[in-house]
C-alpha cells in the first residue's frame, strides 16, 4: 500500500538559512507524483512543488527545490534563503497513476523560521 | 476565477444532526475530491469524483455521502454526526494527471 512518511514533527532555522525536510515514499506504482503543500497558520493549503516519478531532472520553484532520489524513495523539500513568512506546516504527498486524483499525505513538519 | 469555494465557514452540530458542506469550482476542473483534517495528522481522503456523476470511496468514506450532479458542484453530506466528525474539511479540485490539486479554504466542523 502507498504510504508517505515525514519523520521531523518540527525544524527550527534561522532567516536566510537553508532548511530541508524530508519526505519517504512507498509505492508499487512505477508512475506516481509528489507533491509538497504550505499550510500556514490560517489554514489554507498552498501547493509549492511538484515531482513526476519519470522526470530526469530535479524540480526547482523559486526558493523550493525538490531532492527527488528515486532509488531510495525519498521526496526532500529544500528551502533555500528562509523567510519569516515560510513558518508554516508542510506536507508531503503522493498521487500513484495519472488517472487517479487521489492524494496520500504524510503527518507534515511544522517548520519555524526564527531572525 | 473564484477558484474553489467551500460553504459555510464553519459550522457546530449536535450529536445525530445531518447537514451538508457545499464545495464548487469554476476551472472546470474534472476531478474533487474531499479531504479531513485531524490534529496531528495530515490530509485523509474522504470521497473524490473523476467527473459528473462518478465518485468513489476514498481512505475514511464512513459516515458520509456525496453525489456529483455538475461538474462544478461537490456537496459533502453528514448523515448523522457524531463527536468523532470534529474535523476541518477541505474540498479540492484539478484537471488530474501532473497537475496539482487546489484547495478550498476548509470548513471547520465541530459536533457536541
Known amino acids: 500500500a502507498q504510504k508517505i512518511t515525514q519523520t521531523q514533527p518540527g525544524m527550527f532555522v534561522q532567516e536566510k538559512e537553508a532548511v530541508t525536510l524530508d519526505c519517504t515514499y512507498d509505492?508499487?506504482?512505477?508512475?506516481?507524483?509528489l507533491f509538497w503543500y504550505k499550510q500556514p497558520s490560517s489554514g489554507e493549503m498552498i501547493f509549492l512543488i511538484y515531482q513526476g516519478s519519470y522526470d530526469q531532472q530535479n524540480a526547482t520553484e523559486g526558493r523550493y527545490s525538490l531532492n527527488f532520489q528515486k532509488a531510495r524513495k525519498s521526496a526532500n523539500l529544500v528551502i533555500s534563503a528562509s523567510q519569516l513568512g515560510d513558518s508554516a506546516m508542510y506536507f508531503c504527498?503522493?498521487?500513484?497513476?495519472?488517472?487517479?486524483?487521489?492524494?496520500?499525505f504524510g503527518t507534515g513538519t511544522r517548520l519555524q523560521v526564527f531572525p | 476565477n473564484a477558484g474553489v469555494t467551500q460553504t459555510p465557514k464553519f459550522q457546530v452540530l449536535k450529536t445525530g444532526q445531518s447537514m451538508t458542506l457545499q464545495c464548487a469550482q469554476d476551472?472546470?476542473?474534472?476531478?474533487m475530491s474531499w479531504y479531513r483534517q485531524d490534529p496531528g495528522m495530515g490530509l485523509r481522503l474522504i470521497h473524490y469524483s473523476v467527473g459528473a456523476g462518478i465518485t468513489d470511496q476514498g481512505e475514511v468514506p464512513n459516515g458520509y455521502n456525496v453525489s456529483r450532479s455538475t461538474t462544478e458542484d461537490f456537496p459533502l453530506r453528514l448523515l448523522s454526526a457524531a463527536p468523532s466528525q470534529t474535523s476541518v474539511y477541505f474540498c479540492?479540485?484539478?484537471?488530474?494527471?501532473?497537475?496539482?490539486?487546489?484547495f478550498g479554504p476548509g470548513t471547520r466542523l465541530t459536533v457536541l
Open positions: 509505492t508499487s506504482d512505477p508512475s506516481y507524483g
Open positions: 476551472m472546470n476542473h474534472e476531478y
Open positions: 504527498a503522493m498521487r500513484e497513476g495519472y488517472n487517479t486524483d487521489k492524494l496520500i
Open positions: 479540492a479540485s484539478s484537471r488530474g494527471g501532473t497537475d496539482t490539486q487546489y
